[in-house]
């Protein structure tokens, strides 16, 4: 299994062997992943000796997060599956994924939100149970509703000062696509999709512009 994560600043890409070792890599924020992501891919696949074309399974942070860093992490899943026919998907979410690792480390009495920075004052907002399973569909939220959430929040390190912040290794995202791979929640590579939750910047400013004309 091939997992790839450059949902955020740091990247992770990560491969699992049919004979199960396991190979990693961290990419900080100031690699560029459009540069770095598939040169990583190799490195690893050459480490591991291992064909890239080979992979079963390759699993995908779909969203939300960085848009740039959403559509390489797919294109780049797609890519591989229109020379591999028979190559699996997995669309992972960031949301979910801070929700297992957070569970994983911590025992929580209550139920909980994961939540990042979507900029603008808006916020990306998914609820969990205690158990860190999803409630209620993920969203994209304003600054009065962020505020007024009355639950424990949980945050990416360095991007919202909350209740706790988690720390994403290639070694949690490995595992929480295991798990998804265990429950058989494969994806087409048609439904292999980014997941904004909003416009992009460049599309808002497009619709801001067209609305300050219509007035």
Request: net charge negative.
């Given at each position: 299994?091939?997992?790839i994560?450059?949902?955020?600043?740091?990247?992770?890409?990560?491969?699992?062997?049919?004979?199960?070792?396991?190979?990693?890599?961290?990419?900080?924020?100031?690699?560029?992943?459009?540069?770095n992501?598939?040169?990583?891919?190799?490195?690893?696949?050459?480490?591991?000796?291992?064909?890239?074309?080979?992979?079963?399974?390759?699993?995908?942070?779909?969203?939300?997060?960085?848009?740039?860093?959403?559509?390489?992490?797919?294109?780049?899943?797609?890519?591989?599956?229109?020379?591999?026919?028979?190559l699996?998907?997995?669309?992972?979410?960031?949301?979910?994924?801070?929700?297992?690792?957070?569970?994983?480390?911590?025992?929580?009495?209550?139920?909980?939100?994961?939540?990042?920075?979507?900029?603008?004052?808006?916020?990306?907002?998914?609820?969990f149970?205690n158990n860190?399973?999803?409630?209620?569909?993920?969203?994209?939220?304003?600054?009065?509703?962020?505020?007024?959430?009355?639950?424990?929040?949980?945050?990416?390190?360095?991007?919202?000062?909350?209740?706790?912040?988690?720390?994403?290794?290639?070694?949690d995202?490995?595992?929480?696509?295991?798990?998804?791979?265990?429950?058989k929640?494969?994806?087409?590579?048609?439904?292999?999709?980014?997941?904004?939750?909003?416009?992009?910047?460049?599309?808002?400013?497009?619709?801001t512009?067209?609305?300050?004309?219509?007035?």
């Amino acid at each position: 299994m091939l997992v790839i994560n450059t949902a955020f600043k740091t990247a992770n890409i990560g491969l699992k062997t049919a004979d199960g070792r396991v190979f990693e890599r961290q990419l900080d924020s100031s690699a560029k992943h459009s540069e770095n992501v598939l040169k990583t891919i190799d490195e690893i696949c050459e480490e591991a000796e291992v064909d890239v074309l080979s992979v079963d399974t390759v699993a995908v942070v779909t969203g939300p997060g960085s848009f740039t860093g959403l559509r390489i992490a797919v294109s780049i899943a797609k890519a591989l599956g229109c020379v591999n026919k028979n190559l699996k998907f997995l669309s992972l979410s960031s949301l979910q994924l801070m929700a297992y690792i957070s569970c994983k480390n911590h025992k929580h009495e209550s139920d909980f939100v994961c939540a990042l920075d979507a900029l603008s004052k808006l916020y990306f907002v998914a609820e969990f149970d205690n158990n860190g399973n999803l409630l209620k569909e993920e969203k994209i939220v304003g600054e009065n509703e962020f505020l007024s959430l009355n639950l424990p929040i949980i945050g990416l390190k360095g991007d919202l000062d909350v209740w706790q912040q988690v720390e994403i290794s290639t070694q949690d995202v490995l595992e929480f696509a295991l798990i998804k791979e265990k429950e058989k929640n494969f994806v087409s590579a048609d439904q292999l999709m980014p997941v904004y939750l909003r416009l992009s910047q460049a599309e808002d400013n497009l619709l801001t512009k067209k609305s300050e004309k219509v007035d």
